[in-house]
């Protein structure tokens, strides 16, 4: 059985939780909290494999928990509306989060993603790294959590030279040579990148425009030499983006 625990102010949201958790039978409720106070004597009570987490709670938000802790021996779901700069940070750190309100299909995978977990793996450098993304002044400090092997690596947007889709993977690029695959789509990573600078140049291909050198035909050439091709569609909005 998967331990969980609620924690949200609001009485509804966690009771609309509760009846979507219902239909997942290996999920059991052991408690439901409405503060940061609360919930971390319920999490020393009751040790939770895995904490639903509100974000903005009067009192003080889930952030503010997992600070406190430090580091924490569970999963964690966030819980939130749509605010980007704490969306950007658990992106960014590999950490799962499901927008308010919440809908059945997209907690049947983050539930999923969480069965799938690798058993034994060390969280501690993620965790340390989360807490490091949420403490920069500027998204642009942030790095991306990337796992190769058995191995996490923490990866600023800038040592990016493009990413590529694969199926419903990113094949991400760095420019030392380093290959990155991720269980994220593109469109993911279009949403986190954007921002950072990065160009969508092709349906399957997104480019960070501080690497690129100059164009040749229907490519995109970067200064590790490397030629992403460029669809027609985005030729001419890439041509405007580097004059900018």
């Known amino acids: 059985m998967i331990r969980a625990i609620l924690v949200d102010d609001d009485a509804e949201v966690r009771g ?15 408690a439901e909290c409405s503060n940061i106070a609360d ?6 009570q009751h040790r939770p494999h895995l904490l639903f987490l509100d974000v903005e709670m009067p009192g003080g938000s889930g952030f503010e928990l997992l600070r406190k802790m430090g580091s924490w021996p569970f999963r964690v779901i966030f819980t939130t509306g749509f605010q980007r700069y704490a969306i950007q940070a658990i992106r960014f750190s590999a950490l799962d989060y499901l927008l308010k309100p919440v809908q059945p299909d997209e907690l049947a995978e983050a539930l999923q993603r969480f069965r799938d977990q690798q058993p034994g793996m060390d969280r501690l450098p993620m965790q340390r790294q989360f807490l490091s993304n949420l403490a920069q002044a500027d998204e642009k ?18 040592e990016i030279t493009h990413c590529t889709a ?7 690029h760095v420019e030392d040579g380093r290959r990155f695959v991720s269980a994220r789509t593109l469109k993911n990573y279009e949403e986190m990148l954007l921002p950072m600078g990065f160009l969508r140049v092709h349906r ?8 690129i050198t100059h164009l040749d035909g229907m490519h995109v050439v ?12 985005k030729r001419d909005e890439v041509q405007r983006a580097l004059a900018g």
């Not at 400090?141 to 800038?158: E, Q, V």
């Not at 399957?204 to 501080?210: G, K």
């Not at 970067?222 to 569609?233: K, P, Q």
């Open 16 to 30: 609309y939780l509760r009846e979507l958790l219902a239909v997942h039978s290996d999920v059991e409720i052991a």
């Open 39 to 44: 919930a971390g004597t319920s999490i020393a």
């Open 141 to 158: 400090a942030m790095k991306l959590t990337l796992s190769h092997g058995d191995r996490t690596y923490f990866i600023s947007p800038s």
């Open 166 to 172: 694969d199926d419903n993977y990113t094949e991400l």
């Open 204 to 211: 399957s291909s997104l480019v960070n425009r501080a690497m």
């Open 222 to 233: 970067l200064r590790n030499s490397a030629r992403v091709e460029m669809s027609r569609r």
